[in-house]
């Protein structure tokens, strides 16, 4: 076991809700990021939370946000849902240091989300 | 173009057969490079990491070609659990959709 948790382990909503999805992250790690993965494909970078501070972002719209607490959890807020929303959403941490050295990365089992 | 991108498969192989993936990146830039293996509904677990030319893992061998902008993922002697998608990560980090595996008795 990886040591990282997200809750919840599964989720249905309805197009327009609002969403929060948690992580817990390794002990030690002080990183943060977050996937969405569609069935088939490989996981899509959301974001990602370095000591708090949102530290590079992919391709994905405004209603898709998050924090990352003093010890190193995170959010991950969706709003306005989406069909195309459904997916399995990933977060994997990391220890990082300040020179952005791109350290192996642990998941979590991740949140299956359903939009109705 | 795909910043990172991979032969989806599948690849179905006999018990003990070798099997080599291939995963080319556009980053030239690029210091670090993993695979991870991720079975049926479950969550990415790392594999191997590549920081300089190659690393080896027994059975399994990564190697990296820069002038080509390739990494490569070698499996030797392959048994029923290497059956997975493997999935090649490029930082910052951007994943490969994955290379299908199926080892068949």
């Known amino acids: 076991e990886t040591g990282v948790t997200q809750s919840p382990t599964h989720l249905i909503k309805t197009r327009g809700q609002q969403v929060t999805l948690r992580c817990s992250s390794q002990?030690?790690?002080?990183?943060v990021s977050w996937y969405q993965q569609a069935l088939g494909q490989g996981p899509q970078f959301i974001f990602q939370y370095y000591r708090e501070e949102e530290n590079g972002r992919g391709n994905f719209p405004p209603r898709f946000s998050g924090l990352q607490f003093p010890n190193y959890s995170s959010e991950l807020n969706v709003n306005a849902l989406e069909l195309d929303d459904s997916a399995l959403y990933l977060c994997?941490?990391?220890?990082?240091?300040?020179?952005?050295?791109?350290?192996?990365?642990?998941f979590g089992p991740g949140t299956r989300l359903t939009v109705l | 173009r795909k910043e990172v991108e991979q032969d989806p498969g599948p690849f179905n192989v006999p018990e003990g057969a070798t099997v080599a993936f291939n995963c080319t990146y556009s980053?030239?830039?690029?210091?670090?490079f993993f695979w991870y293996r991720q079975d049926c509904r479950k969550e990415p677990k790392l594999l191997m990491s590549v920081y300089s030319s190659g690393n080896e893992d027994g059975r399994f061998t990564a190697q990296l070609n820069r002038a080509s902008q390739y990494i490569s993922l070698l499996i030797r002697d392959s048994k029923l659990s290497d059956s997975a998608t493997y999935l090649c990560v490029v930082p910052r980090p951007t994943f490969g959709d994955g290379t299908t595996l199926t080892v068949k008795p």
């Open positions: 002990s030690g790690h002080n990183t």
């Open positions: 980053n030239s830039a690029s210091q670090s």
């Open positions: 994997a941490s990391s220890f990082d240091t300040s020179d952005r050295v791109r350290n192996e990365q642990f």
